[in-house]
């Protein structure tokens, strides 16, 4: 079996976090043209990746839809009442962010 050092599973870790985030990119950018033109759009999608793995979300569908999220509305979960709800002791992380894409759907708009 191979045996990594600290310092080179944290370097693969980064890269699986980086090929993860650029494949929902890419599938974005396919879904939605229009994101072509957001140059910083992989950088703020890396940033709520890392801001939902610490949130403790696991599932990709999950994390997925967290960045989808994201790339419709830039830095959502930092807004406060979007921050209470990720932070509710109820759940986990996953079921969390699912019923708070519940409610959004049901409001005519994310505000």
Not at 72 to 92: D, H, I, M, S
């Amino acid at each position: 079996m191979l045996k990594l050092t600290a310092q080179q599973s944290a370097t693969l870790s980064i890269v699986d976090e980086h090929n993860f985030v650029a494949g929902a990119r890419e599938d974005l950018v396919r879904a939605h043209p229009n994101l072509e033109n957001d140059p910083k759009l992989l950088e703020r999608l890396l940033k709520a990746y890392r801001c939902a793995k610490r949130l403790g979300m696991q599932r990709d569908e999950t994390l997925v839809a967290f960045l989808s999220l994201e790339a419709e509305a830039p830095e959502f979960y930092r807004r406060a009442n979007v921050a209470r709800w990720l932070a509710k002791p109820v759940g986990t992380p996953d079921e969390r962010f699912e019923s708070l894409l519940l409610s959004l759907r049901e409001q005519p708009r994310f505000s």
